[in-house]
């Protein structure tokens, strides 16, 4: 079967630095989405990977390592703001995405 | 410009009655979908277009209907309700699926409450 396995909650600090791993077994693979989903809203893009290594974005980066089937969203200089769910989701053989559960954020002043 | 625009955002339907959940788009976007958004689960996939007139089976269709008679329309059916339908369902639609960072922009979500 397909699996995208996520932590389901981390807490971190305002101004600190936070991973969130996401690892992957899925037929096939044509990239890996991060999207951003604060409480009661809707899905929104960070991060596409498709190649092995790092895409960095502001704050935000993405790292993926085909070979182990994993994925990191780092989130550097954290804001309240980035409280909210980060969800993976692979592209599989079939172009479908496959997602996986979140990892909800809290941070703390 | 409106992105995807769903509609309603809350319903509350009783065991066995149907509703239409909304879905439009501005954006030209050939592929449209439906989603449901559970706790402690991922996205699932309940249907999706590729094209007017091309609509497809995601990973959960059963108890949903779907057509795609125009490209900016993409409406989600459901025949008749039952409690395992309670869920937030969301609308998205992109440029073409699987090609490249083919970003999904997502609708509002409409939350779903079937007694």
């Known amino acids: 079967g397909q699996n995208i396995d996520q932590p389901t909650e981390m807490t971190a600090t305002e101004g600190a630095i936070v991973q969130i791993n996401c690892t992957y077994q899925t037929s096939g693979f044509n990239g890996l989405f991060w999207y951003q989903q604060h409480a009661g809203e809707a899905p929104t893009f960070l991060s596409y990977?498709?190649l092995d290594g790092l895409e960095e974005k502001g704050r935000f980066s993405s790292f993926l390592s085909r070979s182990k089937g994993y994925s990191y969203l780092l989130l550097k200089e954290l804001q309240m703001k980035d409280s909210a769910s980060y969800l993976c989701a692979v592209v599989d053989s079939n172009y479908q995405l496959i997602w996986g559960a979140g990892t909800k954020l809290i941070i703390k002043p | 410009n409106a992105g995807v625009t769903q509609t309603p955002k809350f319903q509350v339907l009783k065991t066995g009655q149907s509703m239409t959940l909304q879905c439009a788009q501005d954006?030209?976007?050939?592929?449209m979908s439906w989603y449901r958004q559970d706790p402690g689960m991922g996205l699932r996939l309940i249907h999706y277009?590729?094209?007017?007139?091309?609509?497809d089976q995601g990973e959960v269709p059963n108890g949903y209907n779907v057509s795609r008679s125009t490209t900016e329309d993409f409406p989600l059916r459901l025949l008749s309700a039952a409690p395992s339908q309670t869920s937030v369902y969301f609308c998205?639609?992109?440029?073409?699926?699987?090609?490249?960072?083919?970003?999904?922009?997502f609708g509002a979500g409409s939350r779903l409450t079937v007694l």
């Open positions: 990977n498709v």
């Open positions: 998205a639609s992109s440029y073409r699926p699987g090609v490249g960072a083919n970003v999904l922009t």
């Open positions: 277009s590729v094209g007017a007139g091309i609509t």
């Open positions: 954006m030209n976007h050939e592929y």
